[in-house]
């Protein structure tokens, strides 16, 4: 279950585990732990999510924030039920994986890093999916699909978006 924009905040999905760390020493060593949990139950890091671990575990709101935010694992936006990983790299870019993009950002009006408004899709380009052989490639949830064109492209998204 993840929590849309605009939804109020519920924290009953993350008090069990929260309830195991809560006023412990453990709990600052367990941070990235609990923002990874955190994370998994509501899709992404909001601020009153981030607000309420604080107060349940002691730990001050900056910190969090500073935890959260140095590492790229984690989100603070909601993220579509499908992520799009469209490589970067070198084998992939020379290869055509700018006009993958271009592909993708206008068939599904949205730009790199956003989510469709339907909460479908979310675009992220990555630096390397280690699939160079592939290229041009992009991996959606956890499945690769390479020797893109954008017409291939395309017609995987549709494929995905009927299932």
Request: glycine share 8%; aromatic share 6%; with cysteine.
């Amino acid at each position: 279950m993840t929590q849309q924009h605009g939804q109020p905040f519920d924290s009953s999905l993350i008090e069990p585990y929260l309830a195991k760390v809560a006023g412990t020493a453990k709990a600052e060593g367990s941070l990235i732990s609990i923002l990874q949990k955190a994370q998994d139950v509501y899709g992404y890091l909001s601020p009153e999510l981030m607000e309420h671990i604080a107060q349940k575990t002691g730990i001050t709101a900056s910190k969090i924030l500073g935890v959260a935010t140095f590492y790229s694992q984690f989100k603070f936006e909601p993220v579509g039920k499908h992520l799009i990983m469209l490589c970067q790299g070198t084998a992939c870019h020379v290869n055509g994986s700018p006009d993958i993009q271009d592909a993708i950002c206008s068939h599904l009006d949205i730009a790199e890093g956003e989510t469709t408004k339907d909460g479908q899709f979310t675009l992220n380009s990555v630096a390397c999916l280690g699939c160079c052989s592939l290229s041009p490639v992009m991996m959606i949830d956890g499945e690769a699909h390479g020797s893109l064109t954008p017409t291939k492209t395309v017609k995987i998204l549709d494929t995905i978006r009927k299932s």
